[in-house]
T-cell receptor, first 110, second 113 residues
Framework: EDQVTQSPEALRLQEGESSSLNCSYT??????LFWYRQDPGKGPEFLFT???AGEEKEKERLKATLTKKESFLHITAPKPEDSATYLC???????????FGAGTTVTVRA | DSGVTQTPKHLITATGQRVTLRCSPR?????VYWYQQSLDQGLQFLIQ???????AKGNILERFSAQQFPDLHSELNLSSLELGDSALYFC????????????FGSGTQLSVL
């Protein structure tokens, strides 16, 4: 069974203080690893898809990287509007569903 | 706005009752997914439909059922409700059956009292 573990559970940052979120996964043949952002009371919003080890993707202050066992979401010089829960999910080969981790809740203080 | 519409936003009901959650996917999307989110379980995949046919099943209880209609909207039926069914239910849609990325609705908050 696919397993996704995210750490830390919660992260409190000062505005401008860069940090990284970790997503460790176990899957029998990775088709894709996904990062989503979820704001309170809303549905998850797609950020990135990574397909193979070594791949990197960037969007504004966010950068996602992938190895064979884990993915990192780097937040560079965060702003208060980056406060959200960040969810990692994996999809196995020949599988339709996404298996989500529990998420990391990031709070950025001004 | 993701383009995925879920109704109702909130639902309060009693144990033993039956409810129906409705989802309209983004225009052009053929796949609809249902997920359940609770504090202790996180986001759990329930079921997927593609162009009217069931494509994949996850941890969906036998008391729950779903369908996708010819106009591609979907309904999730929850029956014989228990306190533990209280959760946020999300619908998501994608263009294909092997989703490259999902677009989630805002969810239906179900409270079973």
């Amino acid at each position: 069974e696919d397993q996704v573990t995210q750490s830390p559970e919660a992260l409190r940052l000062q505005e401008g203080e860069s940090s990284s979120l970790n997503c460790s996964y176990t899957v029998s043949g990775l088709r894709g690893l996904f990062w989503y952002r979820q704001d309170p009371g809303k549905g998850p919003e797609f950020l990135f898809t990574l397909y193979s080890a070594g791949e990197e993707k960037e969007k504004e202050r966010l950068k996602a990287t992938l190895t064979k066992k884990e993915s990192f979401l780097h937040i560079t010089a965060p702003k208060p509007e980056d406060s959200a829960t960040y969810l990692c999910a994996v999809q196995a080969q020949n599988d339709y569903k996404l298996s989500f981790g529990a998420g990391t809740t990031v709070t950025v203080r001004a | 706005d993701s383009g995925v519409t879920q109704t109702p936003k909130h639902l309060i009901t009693a144990t033993g009752q039956r409810v129906t959650l409705r989802c309209s996917p983004r225009s052009g999307d053929l796949s609809v997914y249902w997920y359940q989110q609770s504090l202790d379980q996180g986001l759990q995949f329930l079921i997927q439909y593609y162009n009217g046919e069931e494509r994949a099943k996850g941890n969906i209880l036998e008391r729950f059922s779903a369908q996708q209609f010819p106009d591609l909207h979907s309904e999730l039926n929850l029956s014989s409700l228990e306190l533990g069914d209280s959760a946020l239910y999300f619908c998501a849609s994608s263009r294909t059956s092997f989703n490259e990325k999902l677009f989630f609705g805002s969810g239906t908050q179900l409270s079973v009292l």
